[in-house]
């Protein structure tokens, strides 16, 4: 029989991050769910008791980070595993968001997940064991889509603090696993999920056009299922060498595999010229 962990996951009102909840508590598992507003996860999931902790967490405020982490040790002695999960798309080209469009978007998918790390590094450090799913999005290793610069910029942040976070978690014998979800059939597109710029530039077509793809025809018809990928990450959690990258989902390996193809035919029709700065 599996032991039993404590996890503790963002961004769990909805989506992935719900679906996730609901998996784990039905499989043994204790959780603590965080949400802006932990009404929802007692209206979705049910109230506070011995295996599940409903919290009112502000991902963006340290202090609130904190005292969310605080309170899970308290009521569950320890935590055994992370999923920073919470985050939203922000639609807009570079030219037409704003610096309050933008901050908005870092501090949520990149700031709030530091947030987490930094307060609940010190119990998995102390325990010597514990692992932590980062989750980016293939957008986060490939980010050549018109309109979706600044979400992929956040997620390329987030593969790039976890490759370092992987070398300085594992003399503690903590696992760090950095999770590229592709297109999950969840609300992440819906209303309420997703932002539009709001002063949008009509000169912009191919970044309108992507947008319109995303919200009126992506939405709803998305290749993977969200109910899977929480197997996975529990399969993933059950591994004594879990991968530090993790690409989820047939379209995330092909668009994973058409950028490493174009970044090697790039290397290596330039390598006489790009090697040719030593002394």
């Not at 609940?120 to 290793?141: D, E, K, P, T, V």
């Not at 942040?157 to 992987?166: D, I, M, P």
């Not at 990928?229 to 047939?250: R, T």
Request: net charge positive; with cysteine.
């Amino acid at each position: 029989m599996k032991k039993s962990k404590v996890w503790f996951v963002t961004g769990t009102s909805k989506g992935l991050g719900l679906i996730l909840v609901r998996r784990l508590l039905a499989n043994g598992h204790k959780v603590a769910a965080t949400s802006r507003n932990k009404q929802i996860l007692i209206d979705s999931i049910g109230k506070r008791n011995k295996d599940f902790l409903p919290i009112t967490m502000d991902l963006t405020q340290n202090q609130s980070v904190k005292k969310a982490i605080e309170a899970t040790i308290i009521h569950f002695g320890n935590i055994d595993v992370i999923v920073n999960n919470a985050g939203y798309s922000q639609i807009g080209t570079l030219e037409e968001l704003t610096e309050e469009e933008v901050k908005g978007n870092f501090d949520v998918n990149v700031f709030g997940s530091l947030n987490v790390i930094r307060n609940a590094a010190q119990y998995l450090r102390q325990q010597n064991s514990g692992h932590i799913f980062n989750i980016s999005s293939i957008g986060g290793y490939v980010g050549n889509f018109a309109g979706f610069g600044v979400y992929c910029s956040t997620k390329f942040a987030v593969a790039g603090f976890t490759e370092a976070l992987a070398e300085e978690m594992k003399p503690f014998n903590v696992h760090t696993t950095l999770v590229y979800p592709g297109y999950f059939r969840t609300n992440f597109l819906s209303k309420g999920s997703v932002k539009t710029p709001k002063k949008p530039l009509i000169e912009y077509e191919t970044a309108r056009k992507m947008e319109r793809d995303h919200l009126n025809e992506i939405d709803g018809n998305q290749p993977n299922d969200p109910e899977k990928a929480a197997e996975v990450l529990i399969a993933l959690s059950e591994q004594d060498n879990p991968p530090v990258h993790f690409f989820m989902g047939e379209d995330a390996h092909h668009y994973a595999n058409l950028k490493i193809r174009t970044i090697q035919k790039a290397m290596k029709e330039y390598s006489t010229l790009g090697v040719s700065t030593g002394f």
